[in-house]
T-cell receptor, first 115, second 108 residues
Framework: DVKVTQSSRYLVKRTGEKVFLECVQD?????MFWYRQDPGLGLRLIYF???????EKGDIPEGYSVSREKKERFSLILESASTNQTSMYLC??????????????FGSGTQLSVL | AQRVTQPEKLLSVFKGAPVELKCNYS??????LFWYVQYSRQRLQLLLR??SRESIKGFTADLNKGETSFHLKKPFAQEEDSAMYYC??????????FGTGTRLQVFP
């Protein structure tokens, strides 16, 4: 079974801190995604990556960056955390051989609180 | 612009009642539509996709291109159906746009 693992379930940071959210998948998937999940707003795509060293902006990339140095790992970086980035962050992956429009596998999420 | 609209934030029904979770989309191309579900303390997972025309856990969804809708239906709700449901639209093969979600509460 596909495993998408997010390193932290809960994270509390202070305004202005640099924050790293890590995501690892074990199924050799090419595509990886970062969403944030907010009540009443649903899931919004922040960044995604089709391959190592590649990245594409999603719908709400402002205030975020990403890193994909290895195929299995996709990191979300908040350069200077702000209170409006308090949210649940979901990582997801999919195989190029089985396109995203068939199945997207999600991690358990990281609930980030910025104080 | 591409958009997925789920007009109900919360839908409450009693066990055994029919359920319909509404989803409307806007997209000028040929849509691929999905329903994802998130049970309490579990990760988000695929429930069904229109292309398969399948029934999962008693749920079905029919794509109506004329009304640009993809409503999720179940004739008899069960308590274990209580969850957060998201409708999603695939605009390219690699991206999904999600709606705002509907929380379904099924009371005993």
């Amino acid at each position: 079974d596909v495993k998408v693992t997010q390193s932290s379930r809960y994270l509390v940071k202070r305004t202005g801190e640099k924050v790293f959210l890590e995501c690892v998948q074990d199924m050799d998937h090419e595509n990886m995604f970062w969403y944030r999940q907010d009540p009443g707003l649903g899931l919004r795509l922040i960044y995604f990556s089709y391959d190592v060293k590649m990245k594409e902006k999603g719908d709400i990339p402002e205030g975020y960056s990403v890193s994909r140095e290895k195929k299995e790992r996709f990191s979300l970086i908040l350069e200077s955390a702000s209170t409006n980035q308090t949210s649940m962050y979901l990582c997801a992956s999919s195989s190029r051989n089985r396109p995203t429009n068939e199945k997207l596998f999600f991690g358990s999420g990281t609930q980030l609180s910025v104080l | 612009a591409q958009r997925v609209t789920q007009p109900e934030k919360l839908l409450s029904v009693f066990k055994g009642a029919p359920v319909e979770l509404k989803c409307n989309y806007s997209y000028s191309g040929s849509p691929e539509l999905f329903w994802y579900v998130q049970y309490s303390r579990q990760r988000l997972q695929l429930l069904l996709r229109h292309i398969s025309r399948e029934s999962i856990k008693g749920f079905t969804a029919d794509l109506n291109k004329g009304e640009t809708s993809f409503h999720l239906k179940k004739p008899f709700a069960q308590e274990e159906d209580s969850a957060m449901y998201y409708c999603a639209l695939s605009i390219y093969t690699d991206k999904l746009i999600f709606g705002t979600g509907t929380r379904l509460q099924v009371f005993p």
